[in-house]
């Protein structure tokens, strides 16, 4: 190649090279370059930060109520994370919008007794365990009794054994009566856990059975001896009962 034909082509490259990186050479451009970010328009976020309600799990009509009711909470000042847990704890078991509806209003009214009965200074799993247990029967009367016992630590072990065991058929003032003796005693986290296992694996057996050894695994608990119908168990977490 001769010597000029060399340079106009060298020279042609560096004009093509300033062209292309020039902002007027758009048609140029890569399309993803120039594309404005992406945000998820479908994950709301409420006032209270615990929570995080993503709108796409739902329909468009029951994501809209949702927002409604979850904006209301927040404005009363009631915790959103539980409600919105509600919400997609039905979502994920394909419920109907109604019925996810009915039971975040549901939960969000009981919040509202559960917080005058448990105090202000109650954590939000406090809260939350204390609406539960409303739901399933439990009065408000019990839930302060329970929350008396345990005045310089959580009541959410007790409140969530209390509502488990009237679940299973124990008459809610035995359990009352159960919980609240069990919970004056040192590490009574430990023996709640134990309490609610004992009765889990008799009521297989009849109403009768769980509550002959819940009676006997409390009087073994305030004696001091080890009751031989307690199970061993290495779960240190109370197991929430089924939602309704």
Known sequence: MMPRARTTLWVALQLLTIAMASPLASPLASPLAAAPPVHPADTVYFRDPQGQFDAARFDTLTANALRVLLDDAAAKGLPTGPLINRALEGAARRVGGQRILSVVR???????????????GSTVAELD???TALRAGI???????VRGTRPNG???????????????????????EAVATIGRNPRSDDALLGLQATVAKNSQRGPGMALDALNRYVRGTVTGTVSPSTPATSDRKPVRPPDS
């Open 106 to 120: 549901a939960h969000a009214a009981a919040l509202i007794e559960a917080k005058a009965a448990l105090g202000e």
């Open 129 to 131: 365990a204390g609406a």
């Open 139 to 145: 009065d408000a009367r019990s839930l302060t009794l």
């Open 154 to 176: 959580t009541a959410v072990t007790a409140l969530v054994v209390l509502t488990d065991l009237v679940k299973r058929g124990v008459p809610t003032a035995t359990a009352r």
